[in-house]
């Protein structure tokens, strides 16, 4: 894995995640310049629609990502052809309420169309609840269309008003 790793809380908790999920045919790891070539716009288009920024904007916004440990976007590569075929967002978001504790924010969980139903989507979902563990979150909170409601069901989200949530069983710190 010879990846750069920003340093972060659990640094080497995150980086075991990353592996634990990755497979000889596809790599799960965080963002990367090189993103901007392997499909990472046409990627999130199949999400919703986004119009494709410079290189220079997309490279100053991962800048500005990486100097937030607590924003995480994962991507998964498929080894063979060099694409994307999934990626998913993570922030964590420190509280002044429960005695600072950390609560997660899942986004932009997306799959490439000719690749769904092969399990990526439960893949980039359940890596980043475990990174979200990492941060000893809370809870995990979820946004998403009706139709996909049942998918994170099945992961464990609860509908609670319009949104999903997750209640995470960890220590506070």
Known sequence: FKQ????????????SILQKYSSAQHVLREIDYSDFDKGYFELINQLTESKQLPREEFNKILNEVRTHPGHVILVLEE????KLVAAGTAVMERKFIREGAYVCH???IVVEESQRNEGFGKLITEALIDIAGVYRCYKVNLECEDHNISFYEKAGFQKTGNELSLAMKYPKL
């Open 106 to 108: 899942i986004e932009d």
């Open 79 to 82: 080894v063979k052809t060099g």
């Open 4 to 15: 750069m790793y920003r340093i972060g809380p659990n640094r080497g908790e995150i980086i």
